[in-house]
């Protein structure tokens, strides 16, 4: 028996149910986060807690912060009661503004936020990581508050059927001939030696695992330059590597078809990784 977590309460996956008139249904309006977590201790807690507030904040659903906090442990419960202490897993949490009659502008004062989580094995794909992967660029046509982690995720639905339809993993997207991100991750790429990506604005979410990089860059001495990426320079990349929650570093070794670079993940990329991991696996006290 799956066990989520619904409402306040901890029930059964088959007797969790959200009423017709819920908006995050209604009208995809709510956000979410997705945390890794291994051998029962969930990475970068703190840094998920305050983008989910952030997000939260930024659509205006009236959650308090030690609601927002309590959820550490309704995701260590979740993990504990499902049987998935030992090992790798995930946590979903969404918060929707609630259920009420539909109408465009927001429900009346009062209105209780639907608060769901559930929790799931993760296997990480180590051959797919350490051979790399393929992508295909996409128009960016979604909204302009890509900072938001919202659940109404149309955009990147079509973004990533159209990478499936091309036998890729991820669509990497471009804004005005300038790459913004992936479908579901973060983007780097080595352009004329110098390892670029996006820099943090309403055009991108302020991924986890790309603040944690980010991070660790500076501690080891990698230069990173946050500056746009161009449709054509793009095409010129000798390395190009995506990251997030469940994707870690992964490198893309084609592109629409053509090889990055040599065809294989390249050093950066390889040097990033060993970086990830370590801090990755070490926070959390557990071995790969």
Partial sequence: MTTVYLNGEFIPKERATISVEDRGFIFGDGIYEVVRVIDGRIFEWGAHAARLARGLSGIRIPLDASSIEALKGVCERLVSD????????????????????????????????????????????????????????????????????TVNLLGAVLARQAATEAGAYEAVLLRDGIVTEGAATNVFAVVDGVLRTHPLGNLVLPGITRQVLVELMKENGIALVEKPVTQSELLRATEVFLCGTTTDVNPVIALDAKPVGSGTPGPVTRRVQALLDSRLYAAVGAGR
């Fill in 82 to 149: 499902n049987g998935l202490a030992d090992g790798e897993a995930t946590v979903y949490m969404q918060v929707s503004r609630g259920a009420a009659p539909r109408t465009h502008h927001f429900p009346p004062p009062g209105t209780r936020p639907t608060v769901y989580a559930s929790a799931s094995r993760f296997v990480v794909p180590r051959d797919q990581r350490e051979a790399g992967v393929r992508a295909i660029t996409f128009p960016d046509f979604r909204w302009l508050r890509c900072d938001l982690k």
